[in-house]
């Protein structure tokens, strides 16, 4: 079973940027498809990014196209996302998860392994 841990959250204000990291101990992430969620209060987890680790394929919701980019490091064993022109409606905790699989999904449920949350407010 794979560990996340998530770093790098914080209050910015619209317009600015954030990184957020997410590091896996216990296996590495070779084989498997990883990606970000965010929560707000009162709604449901959503799909942000992911990417197929193997690959480097990588996927977005439309909400984030051309602001977000995720990546990964593979010596490192972690995976990133860097945000940029965030609004106030990118205030959310963002979660990253892990899919014991290389084919890449937007389902919260098809995720096996999550980190604890990181929480990202954007001030307008």
């Known amino acids: 079973q794979v560990q996340l841990v998530e770093s790098g959250g914080g209050l910015v204000q619209a317009g600015g940027s954030l990184r957020l990291s997410c590091a896996a101990s216990?296996?590495?992430?070779?084989?498997?498809?990883v990606g970000w969620f965010r929560q707000a209060p009162g709604k449901e987890r959503e799909f942000v990014a992911s990417?197929?680790?193997?690959?480097?394929?990588?996927y977005y919701a439309d909400f984030v196209k051309g602001r977000f980019t995720i990546s990964r490091d593979n010596a490192k064993n972690t995976m990133y996302l860097e945000m940029n022109s965030l609004k106030p409606e990118d205030t959310a905790v963002y979660y990253c998860?892990?899919?014991?699989?290389?084919?890449?999904?937007?389902?919260?449920?098809?995720?096996?392994?999550w980190g604890q949350g990181t929480q990202v407010t954007v001030s307008s």
């Open positions: 998860a892990s899919r014991r699989s290389p084919i890449p999904s937007q389902r919260p449920p098809d995720f096996g392994s």
């Open positions: 216990g296996r590495t992430f070779s084989n498997y498809a």
């Open positions: 990417i197929t680790w193997n690959t480097g394929i990588t």
